[in-house]
């Protein structure tokens, strides 16, 4: 049987990078965290400026909803945005495919 407290808690146990992407988790379980506020508004806008103690919790909340991100540090300000994975490049095209 499905124990949501169980899964709920586990999530902030699990190291960053071993968490997954859960589909069927949904935004407002994590409606009764003190950074709900932040994680709606990195899922609106794409980015938060959370408060400091929070960022672990709130990163791991986004990457189990599928958002992974990374912190950057501006002015002395941290925020949360998209963590940017290296876009794969297509092989070169050879002469004859481009005559086509």
Same mark, same amino acid.
């Given at each position: $049987?499905?124990?949501? %407290?169980?899964?709920?808690?586990?999530?902030?146990? +699990?190291?960053?990078?071993?968490?997954? %992407?859960?589909?069927?988790?949904?935004?407002?379980?994590?409606?009764? %965290? +003190?950074?709900?506020?932040?994680?709606? $508004?990195?899922?609106?806008? &794409? @980015?938060?400026?959370?408060?400091?103690?929070? @960022? /672990?919790?709130?990163?791991?909340?986004?990457? @189990?909803? &599928?958002? /992974?991100?990374? +912190?950057?540090?501006?002015?002395?300000?941290?925020?949360? @945005?998209?963590?940017?994975?290296?876009?794969?490049? +297509?092989?070169?095209?050879?002469?004859?495919? $481009? %005559?086509?």
């Amino acid at each position: $049987m499905y124990d949501f %407290e169980t899964e709920y808690s586990r999530i902030f146990e +699990t190291p960053l990078e071993e968490i997954k %992407e859960d589909i069927f988790f949904r935004a407002d379980n994590f409606e009764n %965290e +003190t950074w709900y506020g932040d994680l709606q $508004m990195y899922l609106a806008i &794409g @980015v938060c400026k959370p408060e400091k103690d929070c @960022v /672990p919790d709130l990163q791991k909340a986004l990457k @189990v909803l &599928g958002c /992974p991100t990374q +912190t950057r540090e501006i002015d002395g300000d941290l925020f949360l @945005v998209p963590q940017r994975e290296r876009q794969k490049q +297509t092989p070169p095209r050879h002469k004859q495919e $481009m %005559e086509r």
